[in-house]
């Protein structure tokens, strides 16, 4: 096949070039009042003469999108007026797989100016977002060459060590060189799932549970053995044995402490119970922490990590629901699968950022962060109760609300002809996100659930969100 | 089955807890001088009585390992002297899989006191290190909450809008909403990856090549198909056309700018060719970029990407190579896997780091990186030179080096009865370490070749390196 000459003949040279100038122009890329690259930058990043990249700036003026400057070359002249017909990313549609759903969520995050229940996301004002900054900032000035050189696998050692004392807290005895840190949970979750599955393989997890670990397990094409979760008590632990009495089971992912999104704390019998059940089987079990330093009473709970003997346990947390989610620093225990996790988490990310792994260490360290968990946990629990009560007194008649003892998440049942993708819709339209129950099964269970967020300080901006929520459900009951 | 009690019965339980203890002083969470954790806090830890606690510390006193002060409890004395026996993570092995070289390799770097010739890193004391390292301060001194959230993807738009720019000096133009940024180029590489292929695809690779790309083969299961590389004008694309005529691609991953190894640079024809070529089989072309701002001319080569009329090219980057690799800070375009790729980065690592996001956005808009990537270029050339230099003199007769024209990255191949993992192993041992040929083919070829990265100042530490690495070769070759 001789090289061939993809570029188009039917518009002129000097159009199509004066098209992408004005692309970058409408999308922002180039801006009213800076500079465009200069004609012979142009012709020679197009491939183009002279002579055509003036003919495109000729071109260009008379649209009105530039004007020349008296030797200083061509500026940007206004906001473009009309969006040209190239083709952007296509928009995320609001309904289809799950997946879309999840990304539609944060989509709203993202987009702003919504009262944001949906995400299981502190508020900044609530995180001591000043004090860690400053000590990013603190490590960033003196880090040197070791701040823009990698952390390789396993991670910062200081951070390690500072993980390895917060881990005995729950009861596991982990040494500094047992921990991998990670780009948050997401990361340590996903390392955790490729170093213990292959494609095909059955991974039993709570049902509801966290949309996110679905979404993983979609994503590395394994498929989800539902296992009925218990508000109070966590994951049902006869199910769950009965379940692997009859099928192949090759993992299991528990969120004991204060799951997402039941807010469920497995009493400490049941997590021994659940470590040896695997063990008998030699299952891997993966242990969704995140939750774990949040609890509403004065002293975490310990960890199925801390009846861990045979290394089965791959224990995932991070510091994203306690100081700070853009940080992006989690970490990961793999016990015996040490070797895999920390190939793939090469293959992966190469290594987690250093300098936020740095900062959040300082601040493990000498920042306070037991004083700091202790003042978060009761404004937690404060709010997690104010919404509970608003959520029973606006909500329609039946309404159910669970009883967390520990993290900042409300999982709402409410009568069953009450749809809650239909219900996050009309939220969504009048600035309230939550998350709709079906997000959390494969089957689309839990059609008239919602999940509701307190990780924010209550207010009356907060109240007004629950009592549109509250009259919007009350409507679909009618 | 009653919940089963795992702890062992052999060992005393004061016993237990005391080695527990022991081992979070051998392994460093506990350094000489700290307060261990209370007689209360351990009895709650670890589930034991006070009594059981106090034998457990009478236990470690008498082992010389903890010292009680007067009212203030107990403190670590000294450093270990005997290490405990619990099993700590297994040290991954010079020899085995391709990924156990991989890892040993970082193994190296990380230990320290290593002339590092192997990673394709570059050194901090070229980087502008410094100036980052303060932007990146100032950030997160002025971020507030934005520095603590989530950037989700696409990521932060300042830095794509930065990147937008960038792509148009390599003729492409890229809107800011089609980039995501990524924990590097190595999860963009994955990203795309998991976007358009599924496992069992084959996926058309230069040979040699870098052998992270190969890592992520093997770890999502694709088949590798190494098509021969010219060391001047890159992936051979008459074998290539021959490959696409006789079997089923489904993708093609070519590195056109200073290729890893060998530094080759495909002709802007050859680039044209190879994306029209991939087009007519509707086959997706992943474009690692990652040395494309490094030319050892004026100005850089036109990507794959500028050619490409119908999204099949997913392009990646990063600015690892080029500014810091420890903010882990990449980005993909990735043309019609739009949706696919910002999904996989969800479920990937949930969003990019988002502090070292706005650093680099600061350093790319006022930074003077264009300013930077000058001088930067002009070390790396005089660099690349010496480097040839000495190594065609040290090394023994028949050695040749490729002559790259941009990049840091040197590819010497020596005579046949060289072997190159025999020369890491004992290159390594006079503390040099080198990337052997062996990791950049799966099929184990390249025996008689190493990559060397010139990614510092020229010095004479580093004569001394290529003096002793070309007398081992030449030890062998007698």
């Known amino acids: 096949m001789p090289p061939s000459a993809p570029r188009s003949t039917q518009t002129p040279l000097?159009?199509?070039?004066?098209?992408?100038?004005?692309?970058?122009?409408?999308?922002?890329?180039?801006?009213?009042?800076?500079?465009?690259?200069?004609?012979?930058?142009?012709?020679?990043?197009?491939?183009?003469?002279?002579?055509?990249?003036?003919?495109?700036?000729v071109e260009l003026e008379s649209r009105g999108l530039v004007e020349p400057r008296h030797k200083s070359g061509f500026f940007v002249k206004a906001p473009p007026q009309v969006l040209p017909d190239l083709p952007g990313p296509p928009r995320v549609p609001m309904s289809g797989s799950l997946g879309n759903r999840h990304?539609?969520?944060?989509?709203?995050?993202?987009?702003?100016?919504?009262?944001?229940?949906?995400?299981?996301?502190?508020?900044?004002?609530?995180?001591?977002?000043?004090?860690?900054?400053?000590?990013?900032?603190?490590?960033?000035?003196?880090?040197?060459?070791?701040?823009?050189?990698?952390?390789?696998?396993?991670?910062?050692?200081?951070?390690?060590?500072?993980?390895?004392?917060?881990?005995?807290?729950g009861g596991a005895v982990v040494a500094p060189a047992e921990i991998i840190t990670t780009c948050g949970a997401t990361?340590?979750?996903?390392?955790?799932?490729?170093?213990?599955?292959?494609?095909?393989?059955v991974v039993?997890?709570?049902?509801?549970?966290?949309?996110?670990?679905?979404?993983?397990?979609?994503?590395?094409?394994?498929?989800?053995?539902?296992?009925?979760?218990?508000?109070?008590?966590?994951?049902?632990?006869?199910?769950?044995?009965?379940?692997?009495?009859?099928?192949?089971?090759n993992a299991c992912i528990a969120l004991p402490a204060f799951s997402n999104p039941l807010g469920a704390s497995m009493p400490d019998e049941a997590k021994q119970r659940l470590v040896a059940m695997l063990k008998e089987r030699e299952i891997p079990l993966i242990e969704d922490d995140v939750f774990g330093e949040l609890p509403f009473g004065p002293k975490r709970a310990r960890t199925c990590?801390?009846?861990?003997?045979?290394?089965?346990?791959?224990?995932?947390?991070?510091?994203?629901?306690?100081?700070?989610?853009?940080?992006?620093?989690?970490?990961?225990?793999?016990?015996?699968?040490?070797?895999?996790?920390?190939?793939?988490?090469?293959?992966?990310?190469?290594?987690?950022?250093?300098?936020?792994?740095?900062?959040?260490?300082?601040?493990?360290?000498?920042g306070g962060y037991d004083h700091w968990l202790r003042s978060v946990r009761s404004?937690?629990?404060?709010?997690?109760?104010?919404?509970?009560?608003?959520?029973?007194?606006?909500?329609?008649?039946?309404?159910?609300?669970?009883?967390?003892?520990?993290?900042?998440?409300?999982?709402?049942?409410?009568?069953?002809?009450?749809?809650?993708?239909?219900?996050?819709d009309r939220a969504l339209a009048k600035g309230v996100s939550i998350a709709p129950g079906q997000l959390f099964s494969l089957e689309r269970s839990y059609a008239n659930c919602i999940r509701i967020s307190c990780g924010d300080q209550w207010s009356a901006r907060m109240a007004g969100a629950i009592r549109t929520l509250g009259s919007l459900a009350k409507r679909q009951v009618k």
């Open 14 to 57: 000097y159009k199509q070039v004066a098209d992408k100038v004005a692309k970058m122009i409408a999308d922002g890329a180039l801006r009213p009042g800076e500079r465009t690259p200069s004609l012979r930058e142009i012709g020679e990043q197009q491939g183009v003469s002279m002579s055509t990249a003036v003919q495109a700036f």
């Open 103 to 169: 990304a539609s969520l944060f989509d709203a995050v993202v987009a702003g100016g919504v009262i944001a229940l949906g995400g299981a996301v502190p508020s900044p004002d609530i995180l001591p977002t000043a004090k860690l900054n400053r000590m990013l900032a603190e490590k960033a000035r003196h880090a040197g060459a070791r701040g823009v050189m990698y952390d390789l696998p396993p991670g910062s050692e200081v951070l390690r060590r500072q993980i390895s004392k917060r881990m005995m807290k």
């Open 187 to 201: 990361e340590a979750l996903m390392l955790c799932l490729r170093a213990v599955t292959k494609p095909g393989d």
């Open 204 to 249: 039993a997890v709570e049902t509801p549970t966290y949309f996110g670990i679905l979404h993983v397990l979609e994503a590395l094409e394994l498929r989800a053995l539902e296992i009925p979760t218990d508000p109070r008590t966590g994951l049902r632990l006869d199910v769950l044995e009965g379940a692997l009495k009859n099928q192949q089971v």
């Open 305 to 366: 990590k801390s009846y861990d003997e045979s290394g089965l346990v791959l224990f995932c947390s991070s510091f994203s629901k306690t100081l700070a989610p853009g940080y992006r620093v989690g970490w990961v225990v793999p016990g015996r699968y040490y070797h895999a996790v920390r190939m793939a988490k090469l293959t992966h990310t190469m290594a987690t950022a250093t300098l936020p792994e740095l900062a959040i260490a300082s601040f493990l360290s000498e």
């Open 379 to 424: 404004i937690y629990k404060e709010n997690v109760s104010r919404m509970r009560r608003a959520i029973l007194e606006e909500f329609p008649t039946g309404t159910t609300v669970t009883t967390p003892q520990g993290g900042f998440l409300l999982w709402v049942t409410m009568p069953a002809m009450v749809d809650a993708l239909e219900l996050y």
